[in-house]
């Protein structure tokens, strides 16, 4: 076979090259990388053809320089994960390991390891957004606990105002025409009421004793019968 016999093309791809490669993936999808010499015709071996579409063709690719946000994130992923290109790359979309790899090496790497006081005040830095997270994260809690909470009283209310007014219309028009601007409007005049009612009542029940002599002793008396001397 030709790969066998070193008839890889290897050097520059062409712009023909790319286009191929481009049909192929549309066509088959991505992944399937040692079949693009067979299918598409293209002199190149399966790795070949994968870091071409993976650092230059993709569409979602970002084109351009690294901008000062994504340094500072290169630089705080690679202060927690070392020289791990492939998981920083998942925290920068359209850029790839290789190009983060490679902005590092020109960068940084020749400049010198961080510094001891670096490395602190970074962990501090990633530290305190982690706090400010968190405080955001349980303030919103907080706000929506609150909010939970007076609907539950609005509707504890409103529960209460429904059982009042079924409990009046229990009770006659008539009766509600009297007592309830009473119970309402002057609480204090109902409670002397009911207690000026008592003493009326009271009363009554003593004047009858007056009237009628319904004592013991008038009992007796009115049956014709003497009381015993002791």
């Given at each position: 076979m030709e790969h066998q016999l070193g008839f890889w093309r290897k050097g520059p791809w062409t712009a023909e090259e790319?286009?191929?490669?481009?049909?192929?993936?549309?066509?088959?999808?991505?992944?399937?990388?040692?079949?693009?010499?067979?299918?598409?015709?293209?002199?190149?071996?399966?790795?070949?053809?994968?870091?071409?579409?993976?650092?230059?063709?993709r569409p979602d690719l970002k084109r351009g320089r690294i901008t000062p946000h994504e340094e500072r994130i290169i630089l705080e992923l690679h202060a927690r994960w070392g020289n791990r290109w492939s998981t920083i790359a998942r925290s920068l979309p359209g850029r790839t390991d290789n190009e983060i790899k490679n902005y590092w090496r020109t960068h940084f790497k020749n400049k010198g390891k961080p510094t001891s006081e670096d490395a602190r005040k970074l962990k501090a830095r990633l530290l305190k957004r982690k706090m400010f997270q968190q405080e955001q994260q349980k303030r919103l809690q907080l706000e929506k606990n609150e909010e939970d909470m007076k609907k539950f009283m609005l509707m504890l209310e409103e529960s209460d105002n429904k059982a009042v007014w079924r409990h009046q219309d229990m009770v006659p028009e008539d009766i509600q025409n009297v007592l309830y601007p009473i119970m309402f409007n002057n609480p204090q005049h109902m409670v002397e009421s009911t207690i000026n009612e008592d003493f009326v009542l009271w009363d009554g029940l003593w004047n009858m004793e007056d009237v009628h002599d319904v004592t013991t002793e008038g009992c007796v008396q009115n049956l014709g019968m003497s009381m015993p001397f002791f």
């Open positions: 790319d286009r191929l490669l481009v049909e192929h993936v549309k066509l088959h999808g991505e992944g399937r990388w040692n079949s693009v010499s067979r299918l598409a015709g293209l002199k190149r071996n399966a790795k070949s053809c994968r870091l071409r579409w993976v650092n230059y063709l």
